[in-house]
């Protein structure tokens, strides 16, 4: 069974800024086009081992209420992009989960 890209699912994308305050308005202009966001530090160990860490700042834009494809994606990565470079971030990349439809097919054929 290959995934149902035309279904509904969560999708994260992720991105990176140097201060509270480019992350924010990055997530700010992320969150009037629908995305519910978090800006968060990157954790403190991760810091501490990575000092040369330019964007300590994260920032996860998500959406639960769109397929992949024809349009979703491909137009989510461009404005990420766009408004990380906008506000002198950095777009890291996205992921999304299993439909539950899916999920339970992978669970049957687990047993």
Known sequence: ???????????????YFPSEATGTAAADA?????FAVTVAPLP???L????????????????KDRALIPDFLRDSVDRCTAI???FG?????W???????EA??????QK
């Open 1 to 15: 069974m290959g995934a149902d890209l035309q279904a509904p699912r969560h999708t994260v994308f992720y991105a």
């Open 89 to 93: 971030g950095q777009y890291d990349g």
């Open 44 to 46: 403190e160990e991760f």
């Open 48 to 63: 501490l081992e990575h000092r040369e860490a330019p964007n300590p700042w994260r920032v996860t834009a998500e959406r």
């Open 95 to 101: 992921e999304c989960g299993l439909t539950d439809a």
């Open 84 to 86: 990380a470079h906008e």
């Open 30 to 34: 992320l969150s009037a086009e629908g």
């Open 104 to 109: 339970a097919a992978i669970e049957a054929q």
